[in-house]
């Protein structure tokens, strides 16, 4: 009996126990939350951060200015800027000024824009310094084509009309005159697939031909769309030419039509005709050595992937 007696009151300490750390929880997070709510005058240093900064510049002192921010703000803010280093954006292109060889933030041009970087119910009291002083170095900037690297093959009947372009072709690199002198060219990463038969667009990431950490490339990626079609092979027969033949020479040629096949989309095939295509010769090329002439298809729609002509000699005779 005595046994039971005593669980018992184990029990009911064991409950007074919890129901007072219970109290006790609720009592301290009650003033937290208080303490949290109250507001505080302060003073935090903030990392400048520089937006808006043009191409061919850089700056070489950014990373090293602070502004000490004096500040009215409840604890729940105040946490924030504990937890983490604070940072304030100041627009390079409109709130710093050259004077000399320097560039200048004055607070007076600057302030607007650092107080609108904060809510409502954060007062802005002093910023210091006052001034900050930018040293800035001016950059060449050149504009490079892109070189795309695939490795692209198609199921049969399948290809595509054009030559395949990234978008955009070329890219904005930046760095000192005499290294963008070297680099002709950005190329992207290998696009590899097989059995294409239908379209598709993907992005590609661009390979810096430099390590060099001066060089900055404005463009990380570029996109490719693939437009695969389906193909046909078709045939027709041209009129051959002669051209440059002196006034006073006739000349009599055999075949005077040439086959030609062409490889074009399923799509342009019926829009594709004879006067497309001139297929010529230049009677300027003749030789006493040979009694013929080479065709030349020197005319042909862009709707056609290749051509071929099926005669590679066209025999003439020359009469006086």
């Not at 090293?64 to 280093?85: P, Q, S």
């Not at 060089?215 to 389906?230: D, M, R």
Request: hydrophobic residues 40%.
């Amino acid at each position: 009996m005595s046994v039971v007696i005593s669980k018992l009151k184990n029990v009911v300490k064991s409950r007074r126990l919890n129901v007072f750390l219970i109290f006790f929880l609720l009592a301290f997070f009650i003033l937290v939350l208080a303490r949290l709510s109250a507001s505080y005058t302060n003073t935090v240093d903030f990392k400048v951060v520089l937006k808006n900064i043009p191409d061919e510049m850089i700056v070489l002192n950014d990373s090293t200015n602070t502004l000490k921010l004096t500040m009215t703000a409840d604890g729940f803010e105040w946490m924030r800027y504990y937890l983490k280093t604070p940072s304030v954006g100041i627009d390079f292109n409109n709130e710093v000024k050259k004077a000399d060889s320097l560039y200048v933030w004055s607070l007076s041009r600057g302030f607007a824009g650092i107080n609108n970087q904060f809510n409502k119910d954060v007062v802005v009291k002093t910023i210091n310094p006052d001034t900050l002083f930018f040293k800035v170095d001016i950059n060449a900037v050149k504009m490079v084509p892109v070189k795309p690297n695939f490795n692209i093959s198609y199921s049969l009947g399948y290809n595509v009309l054009n030559t395949i372009v990234t978008v955009p072709d070329s890219v904005k690199i930046i760095g000192p005159e005499s290294l963008l002198l070297k680099i002709d060219k950005i190329e992207t990463e290998v696009l590899s697939r097989k059995e294409v038969y239908k379209p598709f667009s993907t992005q590609l990431s661009l390979i810096s031909e430099t390590k060099n950490s001066q060089i900055k490339v404005k463009t990380k990626a570029v996109t490719v769309n693939v437009k695969v079609e389906k193909f046909t092979e078709g045939t027709l027969s041209l009129p051959v030419n002669i051209i440059n033949v002196p006034k006073n020479v006739k000349v009599n040629y055999f075949p005077k039509t040439i086959n030609l096949s062409y490889y074009t989309s399923l799509e342009n095939y019926n829009t594709i005709d004879v006067n497309d295509f001139e297929v010529v010769c230049d009677f300027n090329e003749h030789n006493n050595k040979y009694s013929y002439l080479t065709p030349k298809l020197v005319k042909a729609p862009t709707t056609i992937k290749t051509s071929r002509l099926h005669e590679q000699k066209i025999e003439y005779i020359i009469s006086e």
